[in-house]
């Protein structure tokens, strides 16, 4: 499998579009939004990573069950795609955005909080369709 993420930049965040197409193919098999938080020069926990071309492989923890790992992300470690809905924003429930550097999914952008910032919506069933296209992973490719 291979995909492809094209990036649109915000002061506070980064948005953009996931696209899955099986290796031999030009159509997508499935598509969805996608939300960062905002390019601070890859810096940890609080950037988005480079664009690039990068090795995705499947993973498990408590916290999100499974989900996918991108690997060999240069001075950074566990970066993840996962479920979650604020990124530029502010969960109200937690007081901070739902990643330090990963890579939200979901079917739609809108601002729900009213704070002119995006949120991810209907991130945990779109997570769930993503992993039953790609449950080995895929070539990921980020651009703008």
Not at 9 to 24: A, S
Not at 93 to 110: A, E, M, N, Q
């Amino acid at each position: 499998m291979k995909g492809h993420i094209c990036r649109e930049y915000y002061e506070k965040q980064t948005e953009g579009t996931l696209k899955v197409y099986e290796n031999d193919s030009d159509e997508p098999i499935f598509e969805c939004k996608t939300l960062e938080l905002a390019d601070r020069h890859n810096q940890r926990n609080i950037s988005c990573i480079p664009e690039g071309t990068y090795t995705v492989a499947p993973r498990y923890s408590e916290k999100y069950k499974n989900h996918l790992h991108i690997k060999d992300v240069g001075g950074r470690s566990l970066i993840l795609i996962h479920w979650g809905n604020y990124a530029g924003s502010m969960n109200p429930t937690t007081g901070h955005p739902d990643i330090k550097g990963c890579i939200l999914v979901g079917r739609s952008l809108k601002d729900i909080t009213g704070d002119n910032v995006s949120e991810v919506l209907h991130s945990k069933s779109t997570f769930n369709k993503l992993m039953k296209v790609c449950p080995d992973g895929l070539t990921l490719t980020i651009e703008q």
